[in-house]
Protein backbone atom coordinates (compact mmCIF):
# COMPACT_ATOMS: atom_id res chain seq x y z
CA UNK A 1 0.00 0.00 0.00
CA UNK A 2 1.11 3.44 -1.15
CA UNK A 3 1.08 6.53 0.97
CA UNK A 4 -1.87 7.72 -1.49
CA UNK A 5 -3.58 5.03 -0.62
CA UNK A 6 -3.05 5.08 2.95
CA UNK A 7 -3.86 8.75 3.54
CA UNK A 8 -7.31 8.12 1.84
CA UNK A 9 -8.52 5.15 4.51
CA UNK A 10 -7.76 7.52 7.08
CA UNK A 11 -11.05 9.62 8.53
CA UNK A 12 -11.42 13.15 7.49
CA UNK A 13 -12.81 16.03 9.40
CA UNK A 14 -14.15 19.54 8.11
CA UNK A 15 -14.87 22.65 9.15
CA UNK A 16 -18.07 21.67 10.37
CA UNK A 17 -16.85 18.85 12.29
CA UNK A 18 -14.67 20.92 14.23
CA UNK A 19 -17.07 23.80 14.79
CA UNK A 20 -19.32 21.30 16.47
CA UNK A 21 -16.52 19.76 18.88
CA UNK A 22 -15.79 23.49 19.39
CA UNK A 23 -19.41 24.45 20.34
CA UNK A 24 -19.34 21.55 22.59
CA UNK A 25 -16.15 22.63 24.45
CA UNK A 26 -17.84 26.12 24.98
CA UNK A 27 -20.69 25.25 26.53
CA UNK A 28 -22.65 28.14 25.14
CA UNK A 29 -20.35 30.80 24.59
CA UNK A 30 -19.83 32.33 21.18
CA UNK A 31 -17.56 31.17 19.06
CA UNK A 32 -16.42 34.55 18.56
CA UNK A 33 -15.00 34.64 22.50
CA UNK A 34 -12.09 32.55 21.15
CA UNK A 35 -10.58 34.75 18.26
CA UNK A 36 -6.67 36.24 18.41
CA UNK A 37 -6.44 39.81 17.99
CA UNK A 38 -3.81 40.45 15.57
CA UNK A 39 -1.61 43.87 16.08
CA UNK A 40 -3.27 45.68 13.21
CA UNK A 41 -6.54 45.34 15.75
CA UNK A 42 -8.15 42.96 13.52
CA UNK A 43 -9.54 39.80 14.92
CA UNK A 44 -9.24 36.08 13.41
CA UNK A 45 -10.41 32.61 14.25
CA UNK A 46 -7.83 30.28 16.17
CA UNK A 47 -8.07 27.97 13.20
CA UNK A 48 -6.09 27.99 9.68
CA UNK A 49 -6.82 30.83 7.95
CA UNK A 50 -5.02 30.73 4.82
CA UNK A 51 -4.84 28.52 1.69
CA UNK A 52 -4.39 25.15 3.73
CA UNK A 53 -0.72 23.11 3.72
CA UNK A 54 1.39 24.97 1.12
CA UNK A 55 4.76 23.83 0.23
CA UNK A 56 7.85 25.08 2.39
CA UNK A 57 11.94 24.39 2.43
CA UNK A 58 14.07 24.24 -0.85
CA UNK A 59 14.76 20.73 -1.63
CA UNK A 60 13.27 17.89 -3.35
CA UNK A 61 11.97 16.40 0.09
CA UNK A 62 11.29 19.70 1.74
CA UNK A 63 14.59 20.54 2.76
CA UNK A 64 18.46 19.93 1.71
CA UNK A 65 20.26 17.84 4.12
CA UNK A 66 23.64 19.06 4.60
CA UNK A 67 26.98 17.72 6.11
CA UNK A 68 29.08 20.30 7.93
CA UNK A 69 33.32 19.53 8.28
CA UNK A 70 34.67 22.26 10.60
CA UNK A 71 38.68 23.31 10.64
CA UNK A 72 38.49 21.26 14.11
CA UNK A 73 38.72 18.12 12.86
CA UNK A 74 40.92 16.46 9.69
CA UNK A 75 38.86 17.07 6.66
CA UNK A 76 39.67 14.63 4.05
CA UNK A 77 38.25 14.12 0.48
CA UNK A 78 37.07 10.65 1.84
CA UNK A 79 34.59 12.36 4.40
CA UNK A 80 33.14 14.76 1.81
CA UNK A 81 32.61 11.99 -0.38
CA UNK A 82 31.31 9.46 2.00
CA UNK A 83 28.88 12.02 3.42
CA UNK A 84 27.41 12.44 -0.61
CA UNK A 85 27.00 8.67 -0.79
CA UNK A 86 24.92 8.30 2.06
CA UNK A 87 22.35 10.93 1.51
CA UNK A 88 23.83 14.78 2.01
CA UNK A 89 22.75 16.70 -0.97
CA UNK A 90 25.25 19.57 0.31
CA UNK A 91 28.45 20.08 1.91
CA UNK A 92 29.58 22.81 4.33
CA UNK A 93 33.66 23.06 4.36
CA UNK A 94 35.49 26.46 5.18
CA UNK A 95 37.20 27.84 2.12
CA UNK A 96 40.97 27.13 3.25
CA UNK A 97 40.01 23.20 3.53
CA UNK A 98 37.81 23.39 0.29
CA UNK A 99 41.44 25.07 -1.74
CA UNK A 100 43.22 21.80 0.05
CA UNK A 101 40.85 18.68 -1.07
CA UNK A 102 39.96 19.92 -4.11
CA UNK A 103 42.28 18.09 -6.62
CA UNK A 104 40.65 14.84 -5.05
CA UNK A 105 37.06 15.67 -5.83
CA UNK A 106 37.25 14.67 -9.51
CA UNK A 107 34.02 12.45 -8.56
CA UNK A 108 31.74 15.31 -7.43
CA UNK A 109 29.27 16.74 -9.39
CA UNK A 110 28.94 20.32 -8.10
CA UNK A 111 26.20 21.03 -10.84
CA UNK A 112 24.06 18.58 -8.57
CA UNK A 113 24.99 19.27 -4.98
CA UNK A 114 24.97 22.53 -2.39
CA UNK A 115 28.57 24.12 -1.72
CA UNK A 116 28.52 26.05 1.29
CA UNK A 117 32.00 27.96 1.69
CA UNK A 118 32.94 29.81 5.01
CA UNK A 119 35.67 31.99 5.69
CA UNK A 120 35.75 33.07 1.78
CA UNK A 121 37.20 36.50 1.71
CA UNK A 122 36.31 38.18 -1.53
CA UNK A 123 40.01 38.63 -3.07
CA UNK A 124 39.46 34.58 -2.92
CA UNK A 125 36.61 34.64 -5.37
CA UNK A 126 38.99 34.21 -8.25
CA UNK A 127 41.00 30.93 -7.08
CA UNK A 128 37.36 29.60 -5.56
CA UNK A 129 35.92 29.43 -8.92
CA UNK A 130 38.96 27.65 -10.37
CA UNK A 131 38.48 24.88 -7.95
CA UNK A 132 34.94 24.20 -10.06
CA UNK A 133 35.02 22.58 -13.32
CA UNK A 134 33.43 25.11 -15.90
CA UNK A 135 31.20 22.85 -17.22
CA UNK A 136 29.25 22.23 -13.53
CA UNK A 137 29.26 25.81 -12.31
CA UNK A 138 26.27 26.95 -14.09
CA UNK A 139 24.24 24.06 -12.47
CA UNK A 140 25.88 24.63 -8.96
CA UNK A 141 24.37 26.11 -6.04
CA UNK A 142 26.77 28.22 -4.08
CA UNK A 143 26.00 29.18 -0.04
CA UNK A 144 28.17 31.87 0.98
CA UNK A 145 28.60 33.19 4.94
CA UNK A 146 29.33 36.79 5.04
CA UNK A 147 31.66 38.16 7.28
CA UNK A 148 31.01 41.13 9.74
CA UNK A 149 30.65 44.49 7.90
CA UNK A 150 31.19 42.71 4.51
CA UNK A 151 28.86 43.28 1.65
CA UNK A 152 27.12 41.01 -1.43
CA UNK A 153 27.95 43.52 -3.72
CA UNK A 154 32.00 42.12 -2.79
CA UNK A 155 31.01 39.11 -4.94
CA UNK A 156 29.99 39.80 -8.13
CA UNK A 157 32.46 37.37 -9.44
CA UNK A 158 31.03 34.09 -8.49
CA UNK A 159 27.38 35.34 -8.91
CA UNK A 160 28.86 35.73 -12.52
CA UNK A 161 29.86 32.74 -12.97
CA UNK A 162 27.83 30.15 -10.77
CA UNK A 163 24.00 29.38 -11.29
CA UNK A 164 22.78 30.74 -7.64
CA UNK A 165 24.16 32.19 -4.93
CA UNK A 166 22.98 32.59 -1.13
CA UNK A 167 24.59 35.14 0.83
CA UNK A 168 24.14 34.52 4.74
CA UNK A 169 23.67 37.66 7.14
CA UNK A 170 26.89 37.32 9.72
CA UNK A 171 24.40 37.67 12.32
CA UNK A 172 22.54 34.15 13.56
CA UNK A 173 19.09 34.15 14.53
CA UNK A 174 18.64 31.83 17.83
CA UNK A 175 14.71 30.67 18.08
CA UNK A 176 14.05 32.01 21.29
CA UNK A 177 16.55 35.14 21.26
CA UNK A 178 14.74 38.01 20.20
CA UNK A 179 17.69 40.35 20.27
CA UNK A 180 19.26 37.94 17.77
CA UNK A 181 15.80 38.81 15.59
CA UNK A 182 16.99 42.00 16.21
CA UNK A 183 20.55 42.29 14.68
CA UNK A 184 19.32 39.70 11.82
CA UNK A 185 16.91 42.90 11.15
CA UNK A 186 19.63 45.36 11.22
CA UNK A 187 22.39 43.31 9.01
CA UNK A 188 19.08 42.90 6.46
CA UNK A 189 18.95 46.86 6.36
CA UNK A 190 22.41 47.26 6.24
CA UNK A 191 22.44 45.08 3.00
CA UNK A 192 19.68 46.69 1.46
CA UNK A 193 21.31 50.18 2.09
CA UNK A 194 24.54 49.42 0.61
CA UNK A 195 25.46 51.30 -3.23
CA UNK A 196 23.88 48.95 -5.69
CA UNK A 197 22.29 45.99 -3.65
CA UNK A 198 18.82 46.49 -4.74
CA UNK A 199 20.38 45.93 -8.30
CA UNK A 200 21.91 42.92 -7.23
CA UNK A 201 19.37 40.80 -5.38
CA UNK A 202 16.98 41.94 -7.94
CA UNK A 203 19.03 39.32 -10.26
CA UNK A 204 17.48 35.65 -9.97
CA UNK A 205 20.46 34.41 -9.59
CA UNK A 206 21.05 36.01 -6.15
CA UNK A 207 19.12 35.01 -2.69
CA UNK A 208 19.73 36.83 0.64
CA UNK A 209 18.94 35.13 4.08
CA UNK A 210 20.53 33.70 7.52
CA UNK A 211 21.57 30.74 9.57
CA UNK A 212 19.02 29.73 12.33
CA UNK A 213 20.35 28.00 15.14
CA UNK A 214 17.46 25.60 15.94
CA UNK A 215 15.96 24.76 19.35
CA UNK A 216 13.64 21.79 20.74
CA UNK A 217 10.77 24.21 21.35
CA UNK A 218 8.33 23.52 18.34
CA UNK A 219 6.61 26.56 18.64
CA UNK A 220 9.26 28.78 18.94
CA UNK A 221 11.17 27.96 15.58
CA UNK A 222 7.65 27.99 13.82
CA UNK A 223 6.93 31.61 15.23
CA UNK A 224 10.80 33.06 14.90
CA UNK A 225 10.86 31.54 11.78
CA UNK A 226 7.83 32.83 10.21
CA UNK A 227 8.48 36.58 12.04
CA UNK A 228 11.93 36.92 10.14
CA UNK A 229 10.51 35.94 6.62
CA UNK A 230 8.03 38.85 7.87
CA UNK A 231 10.72 40.86 8.46
CA UNK A 232 12.03 39.80 5.18
CA UNK A 233 9.25 40.55 3.02
CA UNK A 234 8.64 44.01 4.30
CA UNK A 235 11.89 45.14 4.53
CA UNK A 236 12.04 44.74 0.67
CA UNK A 237 9.39 46.38 -0.28
CA UNK A 238 10.12 49.71 2.58
CA UNK A 239 13.03 49.71 0.32
CA UNK A 240 11.07 50.31 -2.36
CA UNK A 241 11.79 47.14 -4.42
CA UNK A 242 8.91 47.15 -6.80
CA UNK A 243 9.33 43.05 -7.78
CA UNK A 244 9.09 40.99 -4.49
CA UNK A 245 12.77 39.22 -4.03
CA UNK A 246 12.74 35.53 -3.56
CA UNK A 247 12.17 34.08 0.41
CA UNK A 248 14.86 34.58 2.41
CA UNK A 249 17.42 31.38 2.54
CA UNK A 250 17.40 29.96 6.04
CA UNK A 251 20.30 27.78 7.13
CA UNK A 252 19.32 25.41 10.36
CA UNK A 253 21.95 24.44 12.51
CA UNK A 254 21.98 22.14 15.36
CA UNK A 255 25.45 21.88 17.66
CA UNK A 256 26.18 19.71 20.67
CA UNK A 257 25.31 21.29 23.78
CA UNK A 258 28.16 21.33 26.46
CA UNK A 259 26.21 19.98 28.89
CA UNK A 260 25.17 17.11 26.77
CA UNK A 261 26.40 14.12 28.52
CA UNK A 262 26.87 11.69 25.89
CA UNK A 263 26.39 10.90 22.19
CA UNK A 264 23.10 8.84 22.67
CA UNK A 265 21.64 11.90 24.07
CA UNK A 266 22.79 14.16 21.91
CA UNK A 267 21.11 12.35 19.29
CA UNK A 268 17.78 12.14 21.18
CA UNK A 269 18.36 16.09 21.84
CA UNK A 270 19.22 16.73 17.78
CA UNK A 271 16.23 14.37 16.42
CA UNK A 272 14.20 16.58 18.36
CA UNK A 273 15.59 20.09 17.18
CA UNK A 274 15.73 19.10 13.79
CA UNK A 275 11.77 17.98 13.46
CA UNK A 276 11.22 21.49 15.08
CA UNK A 277 12.70 23.33 12.44
CA UNK A 278 12.10 20.73 9.67
CA UNK A 279 8.20 22.08 10.81
CA UNK A 280 9.08 25.40 10.85
CA UNK A 281 10.41 25.65 7.28
CA UNK A 282 14.00 25.98 7.16
CA UNK A 283 15.54 25.68 3.86
CA UNK A 284 18.38 23.48 4.77
CA UNK A 285 19.66 21.67 8.22
CA UNK A 286 22.89 20.57 9.59
CA UNK A 287 23.51 18.48 12.30
CA UNK A 288 27.09 18.91 13.73
CA UNK A 289 28.52 15.58 14.71
CA UNK A 290 29.36 15.09 18.27
CA UNK A 291 32.79 15.24 19.06
CA UNK A 292 34.16 11.87 18.59
CA UNK A 293 37.76 9.77 17.52
CA UNK A 294 35.85 7.95 14.95
CA UNK A 295 34.73 11.37 12.87
CA UNK A 296 33.05 8.64 10.14
CA UNK A 297 31.09 6.76 12.24
CA UNK A 298 30.02 10.30 14.61
CA UNK A 299 29.18 12.04 10.97
CA UNK A 300 27.51 9.37 9.73
CA UNK A 301 25.18 8.91 12.83
CA UNK A 302 24.20 12.52 12.47
CA UNK A 303 23.78 12.13 9.03
CA UNK A 304 21.28 9.38 9.72
CA UNK A 305 19.07 11.47 11.54
CA UNK A 306 17.71 13.31 8.63
CA UNK A 307 17.55 10.20 6.42
CA UNK A 308 15.18 8.58 8.72
CA UNK A 309 13.04 12.10 9.20
CA UNK A 310 12.77 12.26 5.51
CA UNK A 311 12.03 8.95 4.75
CA UNK A 312 10.46 6.93 7.71
CA UNK A 313 8.86 10.13 9.77
CA UNK A 314 7.64 11.11 6.54
CA UNK A 315 8.66 14.73 7.28
CA UNK A 316 9.95 14.48 3.70
CA UNK A 317 6.65 15.65 2.01
CA UNK A 318 7.68 19.47 1.71
CA UNK A 319 4.09 20.41 3.47
CA UNK A 320 3.53 22.76 6.31
CA UNK A 321 0.72 21.82 8.39
CA UNK A 322 0.38 25.44 10.58
CA UNK A 323 0.25 27.86 7.25
CA UNK A 324 -2.01 30.19 8.28
CA UNK A 325 -3.08 29.16 11.70
CA UNK A 326 -4.01 32.19 13.93
CA UNK A 327 -1.55 31.50 16.82
CA UNK A 328 1.35 31.39 14.44
CA UNK A 329 0.41 34.31 12.42
CA UNK A 330 -0.63 36.41 15.59
CA UNK A 331 2.96 35.24 17.37
CA UNK A 332 5.15 35.74 14.63
CA UNK A 333 3.28 39.49 14.17
CA UNK A 334 3.79 40.89 18.04
CA UNK A 335 7.46 39.52 17.41
CA UNK A 336 8.29 41.48 14.07
CA UNK A 337 6.36 44.22 15.75
CA UNK A 338 8.37 44.08 18.62
CA UNK A 339 11.70 44.50 16.59
CA UNK A 340 10.26 46.92 13.81
CA UNK A 341 8.16 48.82 16.10
CA UNK A 342 7.55 51.37 13.30
CA UNK A 343 5.92 48.57 10.78
Avoid at 185 to 211: I, N, T
Avoid at 299 to 312: H, K
Wanted: negative net charge.
Amino acid sequence: MNFTELFAKLPTSSFQDWEAAARAQLKGKPLESINISLGDGSEVAPYAIGNGAGIVGGGSQGWFQFSSFSSDIDVSADLLLDALNGGAQGLEISFQDFAKIAPQLNEVRFDFISLKINNLKPNDQDELITMIPASQRKGAKLLVALFDGGNITDYQRIVDEFSEVIFLLSPKLHIGDLQSLRLVFEGMKSQLSADDSLRFLASDKVALGCEVMLSADYTSNITYIHALRLLFANTFNSFGMEQPLPRPYLFGRIVPEKEVESHEVYLIDATAKAVAGISGGIDALTIEAYPSTDVLVAARRVRNIQNVLAIEGLLGIPLSAVKGAAYFEATAKALMSSVWPDY
